[in-house]
């Protein structure tokens, strides 16, 4: 199975800060590799897919980056409505795997 | 863009089956391109990819493997979910989505359906 490793667990931030969730997988992807934003009740919404390509209506704030097996999601001056979890999901192989996720909270 | 919706008991007995329906409306379930797929995520924990069926082919988590049953029904453009044996382990919100490979892996997500494992 490939392993996705995310970092950092939590994120304390303040509004307006730029922050950086990384991923690393156990093997490289293919750009197999998409990024959720997930709120409390809700389900994942999906932000970036293939590493960094912006799903349909997503602020151009989130950004994604990366190859083979390191990959980041940066948000750009953060807003109130981003202080959720973040999710990094690989679907190169099966199983596909996510990563533990990242709690962007307020500082 | 397709839609999907889960349907299925929220309460399970220990040892017994779990069995959730994904309907997916917008589209045909028939349409090539999609994996249609289960995630569960536990209370407070991580998302968890329980497995996906595309064309005729079927994946599972190997972690799970001996206990999931993923199928579709065409006729009805569902596609279900079984797991067997549930304990209370298996207690968690379980999501359907559908992957369009397609076009990068884009597509949609059910609301999710919370299903407890207990006596």
């Known amino acids: 199975d490939i392993q996705m490793t995310q970092s950092p667990s939590t994120l304390p931030a303040s509004v307006g800060d730029t922050v950086t969730i990384t991923c690393r997988a156990s093997q490289s992807l293919n750009d197999w590799l998409a990024w959720y934003q997930q709120k409390p009740g809700k389900a994942p919404s999906l932000l970036l897919y293939k590493v960094s390509h912006l799903e349909t209506g997503v602020p151009s704030r989130f950004g994604g980056s990366g190859s083979g097996a390191e990959f980041t999601l940066t948000i750009s001056s953060l807003q109130p409505d981003d202080f959720a979890t973040y999710y990094c999901q690989q679907y190169n192989t099966s199983p596909w795997t996510f990563g533990q996720g990242t709690k962007v909270e307020i500082k | 863009q397709v839609q999907l919706q889960e349907s299925g008991p929220g309460l399970v007995k220990p040892s017994q089956t779990l069995s959730l329906t994904c309907t997916v409306s917008g589209g045909s379930i028939s349409t090539g391109g999609y994996h249609w797929s289960w995630i569960r995520q536990h209370p407070g924990q991580g998302l968890e990819w329980i497995g996906h069926?595309?064309?005729?082919?079927?994946h599972y988590n190997p972690s799970l493997q001996s206990r999931v049953t993923i199928s579709v029904d065409m006729s009805k453009n569902q596609f279900s979910l079984k797991l067997s044996s549930v304990t209370a382990a298996d207690t968690a919100v379980y999501f359907c989505?559908?992957?369009?490979?397609?076009?990068?892996?884009?597509?949609?997500w059910g609301q999710g359906t919370l299903v407890t494992v207990s006596s």
């Open positions: 069926t595309y064309h005729s082919a079927i």
């Open positions: 989505a559908g992957y369009l490979m397609g076009a990068g892996g884009r597509g949609a």
